[in-house]
């Protein structure tokens, strides 16, 4: 017997991309769609699609993503649980391939697909977790990059530290045992704290390349970039504490005044 899956997308002013994401999902499948007090259409939008199994909830302000995100995984009564961002489209057969794989592999925390831009060109959805001495090591010494996503080489499903919530399957099981995302993030670095903690629960991060999403990347945050921009550093603050934080920017700063200097 299929296990049940419930796909949860958060919608906030993507109207068209969230129409796109939509069209190419299986209505057989719990669809919960959280909006954000949209003022582009989108819940309208959402409307036009008669299905039963189509939820939507609708917040009477922007409440971000984590605190959305948690409100359709509280509804949702699959045995899989879906994230998908509003600028995904699913290739035919991919969101089958992550299931399939879940169920093979019961140390599974999250899984992931390979993230592809418009044209069919590979777009970075795996991190390396940061810390204090991975990113000294990058901006004073030349070391690996933790802040930038990267694309696992090779066609094989491979065991990564984090991936991009854009696409994030979590099997019901693990949710119990990990919790709900932590709302102090409004937006960023929610998915880094959610592999975090789903690793040291004891379970794995994968990335699966055979199962394909193309990525509209960051479509609600490119229409208020100074807005984001705040985000981002608060997210921050909060993923690695405030003193960590201020010492990595440090760390940061200092290291591409060096760079510029000896270039």
């Avoid at 719990?30 to 989108?42: A, H, K, L, P, Y």
């Avoid at 939507?56 to 009564?77: E, P, Y």
Wanted: contains cysteine; hydrophobic residues 40%.
């Amino acid at each position: 017997m299929k296990p049940a899956l419930s796909i949860i997308i958060v919608s906030f002013n993507t109207k068209d991309f969230l129409y796109r994401c939509l069209e190419s999902l299986d209505f057989n499948d719990e669809i919960i769609v959280v909006d954000n007090d949209s003022t582009d259409g989108s819940v309208q939008a959402i409307n036009s699609f008669k299905s039963k199994n189509l939820k939507i909830i609708v917040n009477k302000n922007n409440l971000g993503f984590a605190k959305a995100v948690n409100q359709g995984l509280k509804q949702a009564k699959g045995d899989y649980l879906l994230l998908l961002n509003s600028d995904i489209i699913v290739k035919p057969g991919s969101i089958n391939k992550l299931i399939e794989f879940a169920e093979k592999h019961s140390e599974a925390g999250v899984v992931s697909g390979k993230l592809l831009n418009s044209d069919n060109s590979f777009q970075g959805s795996c991190f390396y977790l940061p810390t204090f001495l991975r990113i000294t090591r990058e901006f004073w010494f030349n070391g690996l990059s933790t802040l930038n996503k990267y694309v696992p080489l090779g066609d094989k499903s491979v065991e990564v530290e984090a991936v991009s919530g854009a696409v994030f399957l979590i099997p019901k099981k693990v949710l119990s045992k990990v919790g709900f995302f932590d709302e102090r993030f409004f937006i960023y670095f929610e998915d880094l704290d959610y592999c975090r903690r789903v690793r040291q629960r004891g379970f794995k991060i994968y990335y699966l390349p055979g199962a394909e999403f193309i990525h509209g990347h960051g479509a609600s945050g490119k229409k208020i970039p100074q807005q984001t921009q705040k985000w981002l550093s608060q997210s921050s603050k909060i993923y690695h504490g405030k003193i960590k934080y201020y010492l990595i920017t440090f760390i940061i700063w200092t290291g591409q005044k060096w760079q510029k200097l000896w270039s």
